[in-house]
């Protein structure tokens, strides 16, 4: 098992629709930046959604996810911040983590703690592709259910590419707000799908308090 980082950090940008080329063309130079940056021992750029489904993509918001061994300078997110109209930068400490990412467990296997600020969690998917019409067909409940739950401050769609990498990131007044959506009837039905149908090649599902939130998302603070 890998070790717990010291810091997770999540930027996400917007930039403006005239600058989507070179976001574009950021995208995939930054990859391999993100990952070679000093102190860091996972990083992926990601793109987001306004939502969870394919329709939903947003080319105007891009956002990295980076695990630290050693916090230090962030070239490749001074860079970005020099090209968006908005950005909001979230430090991320581990509660929870179950699953792999890219066979990875960039978050270790924290130890289970009370937290009473805000928390985030995560969740990251690799789709069997045979089984990718019956999830989608489960995504607008859970979707919605997600849009109206109390305390949940904010919700993106995130992902390394537009289909078959599906996963959310979203941001809860408290572990208790997050832990009253989980336990919801959409929820609890797609979690038993999951079960059934086995819609996963590869999955993971974090919890993090959050520890600062710098910046906007949408204009407003967390």
Do not use: C, I
Request: aromatic share 8%; charged share 20%; no cysteine.
């Amino acid at each position: 098992m890998e070790p717990v980082p010291a810091l997770v950090t999540l930027h996400v940008w917007r930039v403006a629709r005239s600058s989507v080329p070179a976001a574009l063309m950021r995208m995939g130079v930054d990859r391999a930046r993100a990952r070679r940056t000093e102190g860091v021992r996972f990083a992926k750029m990601l793109g987001t959604g306004r939502g969870f489904s394919l329709s939903d993509a947003d080319l105007t918001r891009w956002a990295k996810l980076s695990s630290w061994s050693a916090p230090g300078p962030d070239p490749v997110a001074a860079s970005w911040e020099r090209l968006a109209e908005e950005t909001l930068r979230l430090e991320l400490r581990p509660l929870a983590s179950t699953g792999r990412w890219s066979r990875r467990a960039p978050f270790g296997d924290p130890t289970a703690s009370r937290y009473d600020g805000q928390v985030a969690a995560l969740t990251r998917a690799r789709l069997v592709p045979t089984q990718a019409l019956s999830f989608w067909r489960a995504v607008p409940a859970v979707h919605a259910d997600l849009a109206r739950a109390p305390g949940m401050r904010a919700a993106l769609g995130v992902g390394e590419a537009p289909l078959g990498l599906q996963g959310t990131f979203s941001v809860w007044d408290s572990a208790a707000a997050l832990s009253g959506f989980t336990s919801g009837a959409a929820h609890q039905d797609a979690v038993r799908q999951t079960t059934r149908l086995g819609w996963y090649a590869e999955e993971l599902f974090a919890r993090f308090a959050v520890l600062s939130a710098e910046g906007t998302l949408n204009g407003h603070a967390l």
